[in-house]
């Protein structure tokens, strides 16, 4: 039953003019031209909207979302009304057939009526988004000048159905708004910047605001409210294993947008629950929310609680961690610090945007000058425990799943990275599944045997892909998809 009918019945009971929805106001209805209340609290502008988007045809929901007036009929109990909801303005709902416009004379209109629904650039109509958002199970909103808002949905980006272009002019409006002042002040300046935005029994989102040749834009994730767990997600014991440990440097890399931060998370939480002792984040922005259990956890912003991530990574040896969470190793001396904390009996988890875990090894020696380059082999060999690079591909059923590539800090990984021969790491990781490793090739595989991703989409998340080509024949798995690129090619 929408919250909604009840009030309709109470239009037909009374043989009233009409009921109308006031930002600001009371929902009441219209008998003989005077305005009488019939509930006891005022509804926002955003509470109005919720409430006809509750009982609007799904096709009429994205045309609420992007700011276009809609009418519909609606039958509530065997009563039939006329709902007009103007893109600004206060919604009516009358009965169909007496007033068929929907369009009766408010009295006692205020100030306070307007937008009531509609795209109008105030933080209820971003709501209105995010709310479609959830509900279309997307992971990201995208919102750029002179293009619809789109949804990706299980990796796939598309347009929200019924949603008009956006103008420059529109955009920033819509984004003030739910953008706190600091942040719109360092966009002004810097043309970037992120920050996370929290609607109450929904869940957060990770905001990122951006200029581009057409104007302003973002990009919107959503952060589950809810945090998977270990068992959620299906890591290995050794994985598992991971947050035993009372010292060294385990990284999840990745692509953007590929799970890193889900995972970390869930290993964060795993520890919670086994361990007691204290954990720093540095993130940017906060994306996961920990509430303390067995572990004290302190989760500290970069530009609201700290300057950057190499200030934070320093001052928290001075506030007796027992584990530092590092939202990313951005620059040299940031990995320089958490060389040092892992090394001096801190256990860190970081991330990277890197492909592979070989990769990986590369990345973290190459970014330091030549002259230093041998010391840091050797503080990588002694603290390194483990990396885990993932891809996300989708699943048959629907939704995705991560593919996990592991390689574990085992004496024979050390001797390799102390003396500069990562290009042998692929063969240990390929003979060390009793360690828990594994490469991704093999990660894909499994997942193909077990039905849950399509061959063709292992193939396009693999980075070697002729190797995996020959795994799958091997194993007698088809290829045919390969013939239709080739021919798409072709063509």
Request: proline share 4%; glycine share 8%.
């Amino acid at each position: 039953m929408a919250q909604l009918d009840q009030l309709i019945g109470a239009l037909a009971q009374h043989g009233g003019e009409a009921l109308v929805l006031q930002d600001g106001q009371k929902p009441a209805l219209i008998l003989k031209g005077t305005r009488r209340p019939i509930v006891n609290s005022a509804l926002s502008a955003a509470q109005a909207a919720r409430l006809v988007a509750e009982i609007a045809p799904a096709s009429q929901r994205p045309s609420l979302a992007s700011g276009k007036a809609v009418s519909f009929t609606y039958v509530s109990d065997g009563v039939t009304v006329a709902v007009d909801a103007p893109a600004t303005g206060t919604v009516t709902i009358t009965m169909a057939g007496e007033n068929g416009s929907g369009t009766v004379a408010v009295p006692e209109q205020t100030a306070a009526t307007q937008d009531a629904v509609g795209f109008s650039g105030t933080p209820r109509h971003m709501d209105q988004l995010f709310h479609l958002m959830v509900d279309a199970g997307a992971s990201d909103l995208h919102m750029s000048s002179d293009a619809a808002p789109m949804l990706r949905v299980d990796g796939d980006l598309e347009p929200i159905p019924g949603a008009s272009k956006l103008s420059a002019d529109q955009v920033p409006a819509l984004l003030k708004e739910i953008t706190p002042a600091e942040n719109w002040e360092e966009f002004e300046r810097l043309n970037d910047t992120d920050f996370a935005y929290e609607i109450s029994g929904l869940c957060r989102f990770r905001c990122n605001l951006f200029m581009d040749r057409k104007g302003p834009g973002g990009v919107f994730r959503v952060i589950p409210s809810k945090i998977l767990t270990v068992d959620d997600l299906g890591l290995s014991g050794a994985l598992r294993d991971l947050c035993l440990l009372n010292k060294g440097l385990v990284l999840v890399t990745g692509p953007t947008g590929s799970g890193k931060s889900t995972t970390l998370t869930a290993l964060v939480d795993h520890i919670n629950t086994i361990r007691t002792d204290h954990v720093i984040t540095i993130e940017d922005p906060i994306e996961f929310v920990h509430e303390h259990r067995k572990c004290l956890i302190n989760q500290r912003e970069v530009g609201k609680h700290t300057e950057g991530f190499k200030q934070a990574l320093r001052a928290a040896l001075r506030e007796d961690p027992d584990i530092v969470l590092v939202g990313e190793m951005r620059d040299l001396e940031t990995v320089a610090i958490a060389l040092e904390t892992a090394e001096t009996g801190h256990l860190v988890f970081g991330t990277l945007h890197t492909s592979s875990a070989i990769s990986t090894v590369d990345r973290l020696i190459d970014q330091f000058p030549a002259d230093q380059q041998e010391q840091i082999r050797v503080m990588l060999a002694e603290s390194l425990k483990a990396i885990v690079a993932q891809v996300l591909c989708r699943k048959k059923e629907g939704g995705r799943v991560a593919a996990l590539e592991v390689l574990m800090g085992i004496p024979a990984v050390s001797n390799l990275i102390r003396e500069a021969k990562t290009f042998q790491l692929a063969s240990i990781m390929q003979t060390g599944r009793k360690y828990g490793m594994i490469t991704m090739n093999d990660a894909l595989l499994k997942l193909v045997k077990d039905g849950v991703v399509e061959p063709k989409e292992a193939y396009m998340k693999a980075l070697d892909k002729h190797n995996l080509i020959t795994a799958f024949k091997s194993q007698e798995i088809p290829t045919d998809f390969l013939n239709n690129k080739e021919g798409e090619a072709s063509a």
